[in-house]
């Protein structure tokens, strides 16, 4: 909080006090300079991707990763690309022209981040201001709402129905003068499944800009958005190199808009922002079809397995999925989610518990694995229902 001077409102001479008593918090002095809106932030907590890194003996069954290593033609770009990293890299031009044929729109309604994380952050930062109103569907990615209260905007959040079906005239009534954002999230995280061209239509026509994070498109057989940009130039689409290409690690990410829109992002985004090595692989991987084919059918495969056998477990509920993970309802096994994540991880499995994304209950998320990983979850997890106690035995729900 800036102070000011009690007789002529100027700024009182502020000095860093760098106390024990301060130390926490970052002192007293920071608080007068920086953001105000960002001491009630929180940043996004890396510590159970370190913990995997660290336990290289544990399966990664809690990122929503691929499973799969990239195969030997994106790694032959990677490394031919190292080559020549003494250069800065140039805009990827050609990524940029293989992702517009890819996604069905011209170039220039592309625009390439480091990762999508990044295409959502520019797209923040493009439109909220102080004030400012962003509605967002909830249960969904919690990256959009953090985003938001980071650059000073509230976050209007509109729950599903108790079904899990998204809330359409709930969301068309939460929109005012103050909203500058709308954010969906299709395939749906957590949720698993994806909106219908009805239900985004109607969003679209309140005519207020609105992201579609489709960053789970490719793990199944869904429907894309972009098409839908010729039509709605307040449509911005979010895609990904990290699922089901399965490049997490070299952080590759797009948006699809109206190319007036891409060109006020492009002001927006820093320069460089993805590297030669990520440009090089990620083309690699989208110009070879089979690629993104074989990891498609086998998420795809792997997933319809899980839930088919999750679904016989008794007060289970397995919700259906279009993406690489599974959400899974154990509320009513009578066991806390964290439960079921502490004996998966005794057993060398890291899942995850579902809790930052605006649920009510206990819920716990699986990533589809390698065949022996997903095997192994499944003989755990039964084995942890089994032992649960309460309504376990009621299978009415599924």
Request: net charge negative; aromatic share 8%.
């Amino acid at each position: 909080m800036t102070r000011t001077d009690a007789t002529d409102g100027t700024r009182a001479s502020v000095q860093p006090d760098r106390g024990a008593s301060d130390a926490a918090s970052g002192g007293q002095w920071l608080r007068a300079f920086a953001r105000p809106e960002l001491w009630a932030a929180a940043g996004y907590d890396a510590s159970h991707h370190d913990f995997a890194w660290q336990h290289r003996e544990l399966a990664r069954l809690m990122s929503n990763e691929c499973p799969l290593p990239p195969d030997d033609v994106v790694i032959e770009a990677a490394m031919s690309a190292m080559r020549e990293a003494n250069f800065y890299p140039n805009s990827a031009w050609e990524l940029r022209d293989a992702l517009a044929a890819f996604a069905g729109v011209e170039p220039a309604s592309v625009i390439l981040g480091n990762g999508s994380t990044e295409i959502l952050d520019v797209v923040t930062r493009t439109f909220i201001t102080p004030g400012d109103e962003a509605v967002i569907p909830v249960p969904t990615y919690a990256f959009f709402e953090t985003q938001v209260r980071l650059n000073g905007g509230n976050a209007i959040l509109v729950p599903t129905t108790a079904d899990l079906a998204f809330d359409i005239p709930a969301i068309r009534r939460a929109v005012t003068s103050r909203t500058k954002l709308v954010f969906l999230c299709s395939p749906n995280n957590p949720i698993g499944r994806s909106w219908t061209e009805e239900e985004v239509v109607a969003v679209l026509e309140t005519g207020i800009p609105t992201v579609i994070d489709q960053a789970y498109l490719e793990c199944g057989y869904g429907r894309s958005f972009a098409p839908l940009i010729a039509r709605y130039p307040n449509l911005i689409v979010t895609r990904t190199m990290s699922k089901a290409f399965g490049l997490a690690a070299v952080r590759v990410g797009y948006g699809l808009a109206d190319p007036a829109v891409v060109e006020l992002l492009l002001r927006v985004r820093i320069p460089f922002s993805v590297s030669l090595i990520g440009a090089r692989a990620s083309l690699a991987a989208v110009r070879d079809p089979r690629v993104l084919e074989t990891r498609r059918r086998y998420i795809s495969e792997e997933r319809d397995r899980l839930f088919a056998a999750l679904s016989d477990l008794p007060g289970v509920v397995p919700w259906p999925s279009e993406t690489n993970f599974i959400t899974i309802d154990v509320t009513r096994t009578g066991r806390p989610s964290s439960d079921y994540v502490a004996e998966a991880k005794a057993e060398h499995l890291l899942l995850r518990r579902v809790a930052a994304h605006r649920l009510e209950g206990q819920y716990v998320r699986v990533t589809i694995g390698l065949h022996d990983e997903n095997d192994r979850f499944l003989e755990v997890f039964t084995r942890s229902v089994h032992g649960a106690t309460g309504s376990a035995t009621d299978t009415t729900a599924h």
